[in-house]
């Protein structure tokens, strides 16, 4: 997989979960990331004039604008034909796999884990996606905020021409991700191209009550992403990353939960938290927290972050639910608060990082995962983590009830 960067959209979506307290329930926006009664809170405060919340308004504004100059993406935008003769066909190439130098024709490729090949870049369909999730985020909670309608009217534009026109529309399948020259046409590993999918759906959730953002378009969004779950969990290139026992696995029930939760299916999400997730947790995780699979990796801290930041995405949409990953332990004595807690002697600096990391080791997005873990584990001593905490963006202020 390629590496994202870590302060996303979907993460920071995991920071607004901290609650606020003598502030009633809302039932009005129904976001799965993103705290429903943190935001109508952040709302009122921005009504009253808060001097912070203003701030942390106008910086948000400021990437709004910025929003509004990008796109509209489409699969359809890229030179090369995927291997079905569709340009509706989503295709990307793995990244950490180069030419064979010791062939004339360099194939086939070689894996070097942890090294991009540049030639992942040629096919834009897995930045274009990327963008797409963080834009429509932050123009839905552009809207939320001002409920000025350009921003609804172009993140509906931008849906709209990716999902739904049919002269740009992506088909529902990943069937051509992550190709590797001379080896596959597309693997189950693509899936994790689209692991920012949550950030969509909440950004979608929170623009469905703008007149700006058709009905019809929705409905069609929604039917859209119930075939692709229908693909996710039929197709062999499906079955493969649903049976994959890293962080691939995680980030595959990560989009089928949130997908089952935005097509109105509780029930599924449920059933995939129970019969999925949990054993993952039991198979992925080591007693005292450690992550074998992700420790094996090049970026070994990377990979050990992100996947504990797909559990905590799940953790947080099984409340939907009510199931309670944050508390669940398995039959093997494995839960989320272990693994958290054994990375974080090394996110606060107080021990050294004993695994390879090709890589400077970046711990400022642990910040975030804290941020959560403070809320749910009330009795960790996370002081010495505080120390290290990074100045966050001012318009964090607006998604989360920390630092208020």
């Known amino acids: 997989m390629n590496m994202p960067k870590f302060a996303t959209a979907a993460l920071i979506c995991l920071a607004a979960y901290l609650p606020l307290p003598g502030f009633a329930q809302q039932a009005d926006p129904p976001v799965?990331?993103?705290?429903s009664t943190v935001l109508q809170q952040r709302k009122a405060a921005v009504a009253q004039h808060d001097p912070q919340a203003e701030k942390a308004l106008a910086d948000l504004l400021q990437q709004a604008g910025r929003a509004l100059q990008h796109g509209p993406y489409a699969v359809t935008l890229k030179s090369k034909v995927p291997p079905s003769g569709d340009k509706h066909d989503y295709m990307s190439v793995g990244p950490y796999w180069w030419p064979d130098t010791t062939k004339?024709?360099?194939?086939?490729?070689?894996?070097?884990?942890?090294?991009?090949?540049?030639?992942?870049?040629?096919?834009?369909?897995?930045?274009?996606?990327?963008?797409?999730?963080?834009?429509?985020?932050?123009?839905?909670?552009?809207?939320?905020?001002?409920?000025?309608?350009?921003?609804?009217?172009?993140?509906a534009k931008l849906l709209h021409t990716w999902f739904l026109d049919p002269n740009t529309h992506m088909n529902p399948n990943l069937n051509y991700g992550q190709a590797i020259p001379g080896i596959t046409e597309g693997r189950g590993i693509g899936l994790i191209d689209t692991h920012a999918v949550v950030a969509l759906i909440d950004g979608m959730q929170l623009l469905k009550n703008s007149p700006a953002f058709p009905a019809a378009d929705f409905a069609g969004i929604q039917d859209w992403f119930r075939r692709f779950l229908t693909w996710m969990r039929t197709s062999?290139?499906?079955?493969?990353?649903l049976v994959a026992k890293n962080n691939h696995g995680t980030w595959y029930d990560v989009q089928a939960v949130?997908?089952?939760l935005f097509t109105e299916q509780p029930q599924l999400a449920k059933q995939l938290l129970q019969e999925q997730t949990m054993p993952r947790i039991d198979r992925q995780l080591e007693a005292d927290g450690r992550q074998p699979l992700e420790l094996e990796r090049t970026l070994s801290w990377n990979y050990s972050y992100f996947n504990l930041a797909a559990f905590f995405e799940l953790a947080t949409m099984a409340e939907q639910v009510q199931v309670d990953l944050w508390h669940y332990q398995s039959p093997g004595g494995k839960s989320l608060r272990?693994?958290?807690?054994?990375?974080?002697?090394?996110?606060?600096?107080?021990?050294?990082?004993?695994?390879?990391?090709?890589?400077?080791?970046?711990?400022?997005?642990?910040?975030?995962?804290?941020?959560?873990?403070?809320d749910k584990y009330h009795d960790l001593d996370l002081s010495a983590l505080w120390q290290v905490h990074p100045q966050q963006p001012d318009y964090i202020y607006l998604l989360t009830g920390w630092g208020s």
């Open 32 to 35: 799965f990331l993103l705290k």
């Open 258 to 260: 949130a997908i089952a």
């Open 104 to 155: 004339a024709n360099g194939l086939p490729y070689i894996r070097r884990d942890g090294e991009t090949n540049p030639e992942r870049y040629a096919v834009k369909d897995d930045s274009y996606f990327n963008a797409l999730c963080g834009d429509v985020k932050i123009l839905g909670l552009a809207w939320f905020y001002t409920g000025d309608e350009k921003y609804a009217a172009y993140a």
């Open 338 to 374: 272990k693994a958290f807690t054994w990375m974080l002697p090394f996110a606060a600096n107080k021990a050294t990082w004993q695994y390879q990391q090709i890589k400077p080791m970046n711990t400022d997005a642990y910040i975030t995962l804290a941020m959560i873990a403070a």
């Open 236 to 241: 062999k290139i499906g079955q493969e990353e």
